[in-house]
Every structure is written in structure tokens, then in C-alpha cells.
């Protein structure tokens, strides 16, 4: 299963070009991510799309967000984006779909994600982005179990629960997906 679409290959460039701009070895960088060194070879060469489990480990490491990583690989934003042009991205492993509803821009402090998790997905990040990282998530539809720093928070639809990152796992509890949106305001 390769990688199937242009941003896919731009986006397997920009973690290779991260990690030689550190320059840091193969071996390095899954030191630091806790990540084998055949996978990341995989996905730098754009043989395997990374999970977002994965992204999430790599944009720590690298100081990003995961908006901001993606971003990096899109078109620069714009003061309009129509819903057809906002960028979606896929965890084929999860079924997790992300979209960037306002992409990151450097100027700016908060960014709009809407976020799709199936009945049943379970992620988690064993780690923040960036430390201090304010979060605000909105569930429109479904069941979710979000755990930050290790507290579980049952969030039913019109729930928003605000926090700051941390390590973070997103369970769907079904039976429909988890519908919501995150709001990120950087420190």
C-alpha cells in the first residue's frame, strides 16, 4: 500500500527534510520518536502513509502541531478557505479523518480542526506537540472518551471540554463516530 496522493509524497519530503535539517540520523530520530528506524525509512521514502499515532510522535519531536506539519506541505493559507478546499488527511489504520477547517498560519494563534473518529477508534498520543498547548474540543455527534495526563473525560454530544496538551488518548465509543471539533491555541 503506497502513498496515493501528491500531498502524501510532499508531506513523506518534508519529515525527511525535518530530520536532515537536525542533522540527525535514521537511527536518531527513532530514538527520539520511540519509532523503529524500517518504519520511518517507509514512510520518508513514501512507501506507507504515516498513522496519526505515528504524525503525533514525529510532530512532537520536531516542535509542531500536526496542522502546522501539514500545512507545511499544502499551498500557503488563505483568508478564505472554502469547505471543498480545506485539507483533509486520513489514517487509513483508524479511519480517523482530519480537517484543517483554518489552516495555521505563522501570524495567527488559533487554528479550527474538525475531526471524525469511527465507532470503536481508539488513538493515542503518548506525548504533546508543544508543551502548554491550550485545547478546547467540541463534540457535535457521537461518544467520546478523551484522556489527558491520564484523567478520563466521558464527553457526550455539546460537550466542550478545555485543556492543555498533554498525552492524550481519544477513544470513540460508538455507536456512531465521534463528530467534533478542536480548537488550538497556542501558548
Do not use: K
Amino acid at each position: 500500500m503506497g502513498i496515493e496522493t501528491a500531498a502524501d509524497e510532499r508531506l513523506a519530503e518534508r519529515l525527511a527534510e525535518l530530520r536532515l535539517e537536525r542533522g540527525w540520523t535514521l537511527e536518531e530520530l527513532a530514538r527520539r520518536a520511540d519509532v523503529s528506524r524500517s518504519t520511518l525509512s517507509r514512510v520518508e521514502r513514501a512507501e506507507v502513509s504515516p498513522t496519526a499515532a505515528l504524525l503525533g510522535r514525529l510532530c512532537a519531536v520536531y516542535g509542531r502541531t500536526m496542522s502546522r506539519l501539514l500545512a507545511e506541505v499544502e499551498s500557503g493559507p488563505a483568508r478564505l478557505v472554502r469547505a471543498g478546499d480545506q485539507p483533509v488527511w486520513r489514517d487509513e489504520a483508524t479511519g480517523f479523518v482530519r480537517r484543517s477547517v483554518s489552516p495555521p498560519h505563522g501570524s495567527l494563534r488559533a487554528e479550527i480542526i474538525e475531526s471524525r473518529l469511527p465507532a470503536g477508534a481508539d488513538i493515542a498520543y503518548d506525548r504533546a506537540c508543544t508543551p502548554g498547548r491550550e485545547h478546547h474540543l467540541w463534540l457535535f455527534e457521537g461518544n467520546l472518551e478523551l484522556t489527558v495526563d491520564g484523567e478520563v473525560q466521558p464527553l457526550g454530544p455539546g460537550d466542550c471540554l478545555r485543556y492543555v496538551a498533554g498525552p492524550s488518548r481519544f477513544r470513540s465509543l460508538g455507536p456512531g463516530e465521534a463528530h467534533y471539533a478542536l480548537v488550538v491555541v497556542e501558548p
